[in-house]
């Protein structure tokens, strides 16, 4: 089967699922495992994605106003790879191409029954069913009920650590930095699997923005940044337009010294198998003396 995966969440799936060597084409994000890296590259922003996080959020933004895709296709290349598979999204418009793009690129083909899967996860329970949708799309359902299996182990034991701990902190993630965004979706459900509360995100539910009010107010005790597809390096950059503002002195997190920085575009913004990863970095964070996976250095560090 010849597969073409159009967002990084969904190239780990199918890699989890054991199903790397049929992957044929991914887009210019898919990164992990190592391997895809090599595979032909089917889309591309169409928007300068360098500088701040305000200069992004307003070209963004703009672009949204007048209906202009941020990614785009690479149709003739699409078709030219021949797939039995595409794997795509209908979440988030800004977070990769979505099923309008890839529906619009193969309108027009004719004599070949292509099948597009398209994921929509805003909860842990959504990523199991994506992983299931996927599984079944490429005849590996068994793998799929290994994969889950796997994944709800890990959450368990975790689970079973925290739900007698005598302390929760209350953490605020922030997914965005200029202007202020609440992690939300699966993040929320992460954070109380782990031992944490949060104030500001809604499990199940899009990132809401916010303002130094809402965070004042959410009191955290610990801050996490986790902005979507930065890494460690380019999280710490990104950082300077919270951490300069008189309010943050303000939070108890910054007096108590629990502020983080997160690998967001390796853990936190992939809905797929890497989340478990993610809520293991959460329980590091949050209970240090109860958790040591390992994870800090690559997926976290303090501020």
Same mark, same amino acid.
């Given at each position: 089967?010849?597969?073409?995966?159009?967002?990084?969440?969904?190239?780990?799936?199918?890699?989890?699922?054991?199903?790397?060597?049929?992957?044929?084409?991914?887009?210019?994000?898919?990164?992990?495992?190592?391997?895809?890296?090599?595979?032909?590259?089917?889309?591309?922003?169409?928007?300068?994605?360098?500088?701040? +996080? $305000?200069?992004?959020? !307003?070209?963004?933004?703009?672009?949204?106003?007048?209906? /202009? &895709?941020?990614? *785009?296709?690479?149709?003739?290349?699409?078709?030219?790879?021949?797939?039995?598979?595409?794997?795509?999204?209908?979440?988030?418009?800004?977070?990769?191409?979505?099923?309008?793009?890839?529906?619009?690129?193969?309108?027009?083909?004719?004599?070949?029954?292509?099948?597009?899967?398209?994921?929509?996860?805003?909860?842990?329970?959504?990523?199991?069913?994506?992983?299931?949708?996927?599984?079944?799309?490429?005849?590996?359902?068994?793998?799929?009920?290994?994969?889950?299996?796997?994944?709800?182990?890990?959450? +368990? $034991?975790?689970?079973? !650590?925290?739900?007698?701990?005598?302390?929760?902190?209350? /953490? &605020?993630?922030? *997914?965005?930095?200029?202007?202020?965004?609440?992690?939300?979706?699966?993040?929320?459900?992460?954070?109380?699997?782990?031992?944490?509360?949060?104030?500001?995100?809604?499990?199940?539910?899009?990132?809401?923005?916010?303002?130094?009010?809402?965070?004042?107010?959410?009191?955290?005790?610990?801050?996490?940044?986790?902005?979507?597809?930065?890494?460690?390096?380019?999280?710490?950059?990104?950082?300077?337009?919270?951490?300069?503002?008189?309010?943050?002195?303000?939070?108890?997190?910054?007096?108590?010294?629990?502020?983080?920085?997160?690998?967001?575009?390796?853990?936190?913004?992939?809905?797929?198998?890497?989340?478990?990863?993610?809520?293991?970095?959460?329980?590091?964070?949050?209970?240090?003396?109860?958790?040591?996976?390992?994870?800090?250095?690559?997926?976290?560090?303090?501020?």
């Amino acid at each position: 089967m010849r597969v073409i995966s159009l967002i990084p969440s969904a190239t780990e799936i199918v890699a989890a699922l054991g199903c790397a060597d049929q992957l044929v084409g991914r887009s210019h994000e898919c990164d992990f495992p190592e391997s895809v890296k090599k595979l032909p590259i089917c889309t591309a922003p169409r928007l300068d994605l360098s500088g701040s +996080s $305000a200069d992004i959020d !307003k070209r963004v933004k703009d672009a949204l106003k007048t209906a /202009i &895709a941020v990614y *785009e296709v690479d149709a003739e290349l699409l078709e030219a790879l021949d797939p039995d598979v595409i794997i795509t999204q209908s979440q988030c418009e800004i977070c990769a191409v979505s099923l309008k793009d890839v529906e619009a690129a193969v309108c027009d083909w004719t004599g070949k029954n292509v099948q597009i899967v398209s994921l929509e996860p805003m909860s842990l329970n959504d990523v199991f069913e994506d992983i299931k949708r996927v599984a079944a799309a490429l005849n590996v359902e068994t793998a799929g009920e290994g994969l889950i299996k796997n994944m709800k182990g890990r959450i +368990s $034991a975790i689970q079973e !650590k925290t739900k007698n701990l005598p302390t929760h902190p209350r /953490i &605020a993630c922030i *997914e965005w930095t200029e202007p202020m965004m609440a992690a939300g979706n699966w993040v929320p459900e992460m954070v109380a699997i782990a031992g944490g509360q949060d104030p500001l995100g809604k499990a199940g539910e899009h990132s809401p923005w916010m303002g130094w009010d809402e965070l004042l107010e959410a009191k955290p005790d610990v801050v996490a940044f986790m902005p979507c597809g930065y890494d460690l390096t380019r999280t710490k950059s990104e950082t300077d337009s919270v951490v300069n503002e008189p309010q943050w002195q303000e939070l108890p997190a910054v007096k108590q010294g629990r502020t983080y920085i997160t690998n967001g575009s390796d853990f936190f913004n992939r809905p797929g198998p890497r989340l478990i990863e993610s809520l293991e970095i959460l329980a590091e964070i949050l209970h240090p003396e109860t958790f040591q996976f390992g994870h800090e250095g690559k997926g976290w560090r303090p501020l």
